[in-house]
């Protein structure tokens, strides 16, 4: 049974977009070597910045559930990490907005 406790709050936001991200990856490649994708007309880092938006975005799930339980701490905890994960993708890419 899930507890409502902080750090596995943390646990949680950590891993849902870090195992998100691989499998959308995953299945962004499969779809790639089947010729289902093109990367015409995009920049050239539009797929890793995509997914990895997808991936932060993911954590809403948890973050739902939890609220719907009443787990506060736990949701802190979510919230936290996904606070973290969206501030390290503005800075890893945050000089290609505007370019």
Known sequence: MIQ????????IG??????????????????????WTSSIGFSANFRVRTLGVIA?????IPLNLFQRR???EAVRGIAVM????????????GNTFFK
């Open 4 to 11: 409502n406790k902080l750090w596995i709050g943390l646990l």
């Open 14 to 35: 950590l891993l849902v977009p870090f195992v998100g991200y691989a499998l959308l990856l995953t299945i962004y490649d499969q779809f790639d070597a089947m010729g």
């Open 56 to 60: 932060i975005c993911l954590n809403l």
């Open 70 to 72: 009443r787990f506060g």
């Open 82 to 93: 996904t606070v973290i994960y969206a501030i390290a993708w503005v800075i890893y890419f």
